[in-house]
């Protein structure tokens, strides 16, 4: 009966507002599974993230993982945030570094963390460019050092922040792909946040569809029943895909469309 | 650094076009004399309109030509040592620049800290920048009797001038920067449970580093503007004090000599700092 990751009756509200952001959102997860949680903007997905993580403190309700409570962020619930925020006066191997050696120096000696740090700058295929500032390397490049940082505090939990959103449309869907092949090696479970519906199908087992915001809170939930490895071309035109898509869309752009476009 | 070399990525897209091969290799020289020539033509005009409204009979000032005569010793040989003050100018600037190693370094090592201080404690922001703001208007010189009075020896009351003078923007700004560190990099701290001193050292000191350096420059000009009128008023070796007492035996010659090398090595002063700030935070204000 109790989950891996366990959202209870979370509501969300900041001072000085008089509706909370989320209300009552329950939601449970599995153990290596990966979910999406999509709306439009301003329903509040970010802030569910932030709590997730522990950067920001639940109204009501709260978060259990592994049948603990959530009470402040930690490496246990890595994140990669949207703007990638990798400490610009560190390489690209000091960014992912600081997290390891910060958070690994109990279980492993300097060689092994090393090794460690090396491994993971590999695994988004990020090792030429290990010596370089994040200045002097692309927006894709840097959202990878993003993804392997957070990797390599080897998270229970790996939380996603729109992390392909501020990148064009062919280096989103290269670092789709790394992220699923990821997924599929390691089996970690993930939360993602996302308003690309594409996307969202793409890479999920479940899809959560938040109602808009304030006072938003689960719409839906779409279970995505595609086989793995999934593969973007041969999916373009499986019936499967297309109805979750279309399942999707319906719920975001006639069901709760957005009110500031309606108003427009 | 690689990191440097392996910058011009583009380069094998750029030769592959035939258009482009064709173009000639840009000079060296030419941008040179172009950052060089417009100065040196503009002095030459200045010092012929000096010499002109210096060169009448009324004149109240010396013409270059004058000061060239007058101070030919001065201005030929730096590093001559007659004993007592007859020393020459080399010798003057660096009791000077001792001064200001002094102070200057105090106050960067007490600002820094302070500023880190009150950036992050709301506290103490609360209860010492209303004291910071009234005391940074207080002019240099308006120091230096009282601290006369409290150390009553010349040499540490002008280092304390320094220090005093030095100390406000360097508070200020590093303060500043300390409540700039962008929420992204606190988050990043937060996740991997970075605390106290190592998020200190690892986050907010690089992240506020380009303002502690905006501090440190305005410091150190301010320095060098109060070592001058500090040194005329306590004496002793010193550029200020060889100015004032030029003044006093009417070399006017050797204040306008002594007035060229002040400016020249107060603009060398902002140019090193400027330098090491540039060394130590590159990167930090990168996208």
Known sequence: ???????TKLSIAFPKSPLPVLRDVDLKIERGE??????HSGCGKSTLLNVVAGLLPATAGGVLLEGREISGPGPDRAVVFQNHSLLPWLTCYENVALAVDQTLAKTMNKAQRHDWVLENLALVHMTAAKDKRPNEISGGMKQRIGIARALAMRPKVLLLDEPFGALDALTRAHLQDQVMEIHARL???VIMITHDVDEAVLLSDRIVMLTNGPNATVGEILTVELERPRDRLKLA???????ARTAVLEFLHSRHANPALQAA | MNAVSTKPAA???????????ALPKPSRIVPVIAQVVPPLIVLALLGLGWEYLASGPNATLPPPSKVWVDAHDLIVDPFFDHGGLDKGLFWHLLASLQRVALGFTLSAVAGVGLGMLIGSSPFFMRGLDPIFQVLRTVPPLAWLPLSLAAFREAQ?????????????PIII???????NVPQDYRNVAAVIRLRGPMFFWKIVLPAAAPYIFTGLKIGIGLSWLAIIAAEMLI?????????????NSSNLSDIIVALVYVGLVGFMLDKVVALAGRIATRGTQAS
């Not at chain 2, 002793?236 to 003044?247: H, L, P, Y």
Request: glycine share 8%; proline share 6%; charged share 5%.
């Open chain 1, 1 to 7: 009966m109790a989950s891996f990751l366990d959202i």
């Open chain 1, 34 to 39: 990966y979910v999406a949680v999509i709306g």
């Open chain 1, 187 to 189: 089996k970690t479970t």
């Open chain 1, 237 to 243: 035109a499986h019936p499967r895909f297309v109805a």
């Open chain 2, 11 to 21: 380069a094998p897209a750029v030769v592959s076009r035939p258009a482009l091969a």
């Open chain 2, 156 to 168: 540490p009351s002008a280092i304390f001038v320094i220090f005093i003078t030095a100390i406000w």
């Open chain 2, 173 to 179: 700004n590093t303060a500043v920067g300390v409540l």
């Open chain 2, 235 to 247: 004496g002793g070796v010193g550029i200020g004090f060889f100015i004032w007492d030029a003044w």
